[in-house]
């Protein structure tokens, strides 16, 4: 079982230390000579104003409650998809079920107003 | 479980790094000439033939760059961001099956890295962690601008994600199995994107917004955000992000031409198993002009459009997709 997996962790190690030697190769050869002009963030060419990261809108919120909800449904589909062929029309007439489950939410959602974007 | 096998896998990991890392520095001359082929310019043809070694004097340069580190940034999370972002794009594709098996110095080597059964569960968890990096790298910027591009690159990925995922399910439902290898060899006659269009089409438009690519290239809508999540990179870093950007976009031509268009099969290739690759790399070349094509036709989406059209078209046409393509199946038989 893990046999399957160890080439997987082999390739992980390598890409990891390659991007870590893509940093390093960055910061022996580029020069370094900041300035407080340079350092400042940019914000097309203004003086910046007011710190960087700020409240952020309700809106991403609502989408990342609703990506969960829905990823979860994602993930049941896999395995059904997997053994459908032999449970036939008993597996059929069960996920349109659960796709009708999942369709009422999904309409709630919709009237609710939750995907409008502003 | 002998030492051979261990540098087998070695061996293939640094093969797949090196073709991934050198399929990146070609797209980017691949794009910028049918760019400019597109837009009646000639494009990058100076640095050696037919532009050939542009992509080496563009990291070169890159190398010599100066890297900046705002003001008010989160140093160790800016660092690290870049890492985080290209390590997924580089392992994504490690379940990919590039050939049947072929015998090397006497020893029967299949074409592939990994062929675990869960491979597409695999693919879609490794797409998640991907989002990180671009999210934090907009946090950790103390930029408007980074911050704003890094929210929209989260909130598009993750709503796309959903009608990727169900995307695959079409090729499982249809093969009983979530092997990548199960899935290429139900496809020896006929492929799926016969059988399922739709599925295919949700793939080609998820699969555009998941890398960010245009018309859904919100995330770096340069008239709005400058460049978006990665505005405050410079050097190395930014390489970082690119590279990452066009892994991706092989990486999902690699995925999508095996769910859908036969992944390395292809006339003779029982005979020829080296005709794999060739195969798999024909298909991945279109793919690629096609995202290229797409991109210097359609104009950019709106970000309000973009998010409803994932969530009001692709969402419940990706519902209506798997119940059509598993009435199919029971009809079908077998």
């Known amino acids: 079982m893990l046999n399957d997996y160890l080439p997987i962790i082999i390739l992980l190690v390598l890409a990891t230390v390659l991007g870590f030697l893509v940093l390093i190769i960055g910061a022996l050869f580029g020069p370094r000579r900041p300035t407080q002009r340079k350092a400042a963030p940019y914000e097309s060419g203004m003086i910046p104003y007011g710190p960087g990261t700020r409240r952020i809108s309700v809106r991403y919120y609502l989408v990342a409650v609703l990506f969960i909800l829905f990823d979860i449904e994602t993930v049941f589909f896999l395995p059904w998809a997997v053994v459908f062929r032999q449970l036939g029309w008993f597996a059929l007439i069960e996920m349109l079920v659960f796709i009708g489950i999942l369709l009422i939410g999904f309409v709630y959602v919709w009237k609710k107003g939750a995907l409008e974007w502003e | 479980m002998d030492a051979a096998l261990i540098w087998e896998w070695i061996i293939k990991s640094v093969v797949i790094l090196l073709v991934m890392t050198g399929g990146f520095a070609y797209v980017t001359l691949y794009e910028r000439r049918v760019l400019a082929r597109m837009q009646v310019r000639i494009g990058p043809n100076r640095v050696g033939w037919q532009g050939l070694l542009q992509p080496v004097a563009d990291g070169i340069k890159l190398i010599f760059k100066e890297e900046l580190t705002p003001v008010g940034a989160d140093r160790l999370i800016f660092i690290l961001a870049p890492v985080i972002t290209v390590i997924p794009a580089l392992i994504v594709t ?59 690159a989260t909130a598009q990925m993750i709503s796309y994600e959903l009608a990727l995922g169900m995307a695959f399910v079409g090729p499982i439902l249809w093969t009983g199995s979530m092997s990548l290898g199960d899935i290429v060899s139900a496809q020896k006659n ?105 991109r210097a036709t359609l104009p950019r989406f709106r970000y309000d459009r973009l998010m409803a059209f994932g969530w009001k078209v692709l969402l419940p046409l990706s519902l209506l997709y798997i119940v059509v393509t598993a009435v199919l199946r029971l009809l079908v038989g077998g």
């Open chain 2, 94 to 152: 490690a379940v990919v099956p590039w050939g049947t098996e072929v015998n090397l110095f006497g020893r029967i080597v299949p074409l592939r890295l990994a062929d675990i059964n869960v491979a597409v569960l695999y693919i879609l968890s490794v797409t998640s962690i991907s989002v990180y990096g671009i999210t934090l790298a907009g946090w950790s910027s103390n930029n408007k601008y980074a911050m704003l591009g890094g929210l929209r």
């Open chain 2, 190 to 294: 006929l492929w799926f994107v016969v059988i399922m269009p739709l599925g295919f089409i949700i793939y080609v438009i998820a699969s555009l917004a998941e890398v960010n690519r245009s018309p859904f290239d919100m995330p770096e809508a340069e008239q709005e955000l400058t460049a978006g999540y990665h505005t405050e990179y410079s050097g190395m870093k930014f390489a970082l992000f690119f590279m990452a950007e066009y892994i991706k976009m092989i990486g999902v031509s690699m995925i999508g031409a095996t769910l859908f268009l036969g992944g390395y099969q292809g006339p003779f290739v029982d005979a020829y198993p080296w005709l794999g690759p060739i195969y798999l790399f024909i298909k991945v070349a279109l793919w690629l002009f096609f995202m290229i094509w797409v």
